[in-house]
């Protein structure tokens, strides 16, 4: 039973264009969300995290917005640049993120110039 | 700073045999896993230590085993190499301890396992 969910496995986008990923999840006892970016033949880095006490976290041209009675989250980012173009992550941990991680099967974003 | 490191980046076993992956991490993190890469799969978790003497089963620890020799290194033992194990293997550490996995976790770059 998959508990994060990235159903849509690619997303192409123009240059300084906006590009929204998202991400849905069954288990009611998450309550710290994170973004991870891959690039191919690296590890996965981290982008940006939230707390399910807020429902929005900014950090230069990331935003992920929190929609808990949805179950729901996604990530902004705003201008897209071609060096955004990677796989993207999802994941939720429980407790406050003192749980071990579950991630989503990610998604490929591609930005076009 | 090198972060987590893992060697082999690159290995390919013939099914049946033994190998061991390697992981070591320099940013005193209590808290360390492996997880495997399959494609349309995500990351899922093979086994973490939530400190150093301890180690728990994540998702998919069947055909795996592994050791928390120190603070620092944590190694991945496949015992009996089956071609369902050709993936690639992500070590990483995190700071969050006691417990579990969460907050911010970085990872190695990788080890592209094949077994024929």
């Known amino acids: 039973d998959q508990q994060v969910k990235q159903n849509s496995p690619s997303l192409s986008v123009q240059e300084g264009r906006i590009s929204i990923l998202n991400c849905d999840y069954t288990n009611s006892m998450f309550d710290y969300f994170l973004w991870y970016k891959k690039y191919p033949a690296e590890g996965p880095t981290f982008l940006i995290s939230?707390?399910?006490?807020?429902d929005k976290n900014e950090d230069g041209r990331f935003t992920v917005f929190l929609n808990k009675s949805a179950k729901h989250l996604s990530l902004h980012i705003v201008p897209s640049q071609p060096g955004d173009s990677a796989v993207y992550f999802c994941?939720?941990?429980?407790?406050?993120?003192?749980?071990?991680?579950?991630f989503g099967k990610g998604m490929k974003l591609t930005v076009n110039p | 700073n090198a972060g987590v490191t893992q060697t082999p980046k690159f290995q390919v076993l013939k099914t049946g045999q033994s190998m061991t992956l390697q992981c070591a991490q320099d940013?005193?993190?209590?808290?360390m896993y492996w997880y495997r890469q399959d494609p349309g799969m995500g990351l899922r978790l093979i086994y973490y230590s939530a400190s150093e003497g301890t180690t728990d089963k994540g998702e998919v620890p069947n055909g795996y085993n592994v050791s928390r020799l120190n603070k620092r290194e944590f190694s991945l033992r496949l015992e009996s190499a089956a071609p369902s194990q050709t993936s690639v293997y992500f070590c990483a550490s995190s700071e969050v301890g006691g417990g579990g996995l969460g907050g911010e976790a970085f990872f190695g770059q990788g080890t592209r396992l094949t077994v024929v």
């Open positions: 994941a939720a941990s429980a407790r406050g993120g003192s749980e071990k991680l579950v």
């Open positions: 940013m005193n993190h209590n808290s």
């Open positions: 939230i707390s399910s006490i807020k």
